[in-house]
């Protein structure tokens, strides 16, 4: 069975004040790595797939890098709009479920 | 981008009485839909898959008359929470799987959610 477990559960951060979220898994077989902010009361916005170790992505103050074990999204510089719960999901290559991992919400002040 | 409407966004009922709520893919065949639940600050929990035409795939533990799924159409998915009961109360998000949008948008869009409240 697909395993995501996400540290810390909650983080929270000054504006500026740069830090990383962990995303560590267990599948058979690693079809792709996920990683969605979700505000309050509003579903899943994509951010980035991952698909083999070694991979990394960027988008504006996040970064999401891959290992064969665990994921790490990067917010460098964090602002307060920033502020949101991170979700880790993971696809095993025996099916095109996705399995979800608890989050990380982040809270930045100013 | 791929879209995927969700309604209502907030709907109150009273306990004993159905609710549906609906799931529309603009500009793009959905083949499959996921339907979720989230309990506060937990994460999302799959409740089913549907592939459209044919019977929902239910997880373990999630009772199938109590939520009936319809996938009638490419665009159209339905969620029906049958005789609701306060434990019911949750967030229902559903999400549809576009092969087309794998590239930028991970291959899933998810709607914006429904907020339940049984009284």
């Known amino acids: 069975e697909d395993q995501v477990t996400q540290s810390p559960e909650a983080l929270r951060l000054q504006e500026g004040e740069s830090s990383s979220l962990n995303c560590s898994y267990t599948?058979?077989?690693?079809?792709?790595l996920f990683w969605y902010r979700q505000d309050p009361g509003k579903g899943p916005e994509f951010l980035f797939t991952?698909?083999?170790a070694g991979e990394e992505k960027e988008k504006e103050r996040l970064k999401a890098t891959l290992t064969k074990k665990e994921s790490f999204l990067h917010i460098t510089a964090p602002k307060p709009e920033d502020s949101a719960t991170y979700l880790c999901?993971?696809?095993?290559?025996?099916?095109?479920?996705?399995?979800f991992g608890a989050g990380t919400t982040v809270t930045v002040r100013a | 981008g791929a879209v995927v409407s969700q309604h209502p966004s907030r709907v109150i009922c009273k306990s004993g009485t159905s609710v549906k709520i609906e799931c529309r893919s603009l500009?793009?065949?959905?083949?499959?839909m996921f339907w979720y639940r989230q309990f506060p600050k937990q994460s999302l929990m799959l409740m089913a898959t549907s592939n459209e035409g044919s019977k929902a795939t239910y997880e373990q533990g999630v009772e199938k008359d109590k939520f009936l799924i319809n996938h009638a159409s490419l665009t159209l998915s339905t969620l029906t929470v049958t005789s609701a009961h306060p434990e019911d109360s949750s967030f229902y998000i559903c999400s549809a799987r576009d092969l087309d949008a794998a590239s930028t948008g991970g291959g899933y869009t998810f709607g914006s959610g429904t907020r339940l409240t049984v009284v």
């Open positions: 500009d793009f065949q959905a083949t499959t």
């Open positions: 999901a993971v696809r095993d290559v025996n099916d095109y479920k996705l399995s």
């Open positions: 599948v058979s077989g690693l079809r792709g």
């Open positions: 991952l698909y083999s």
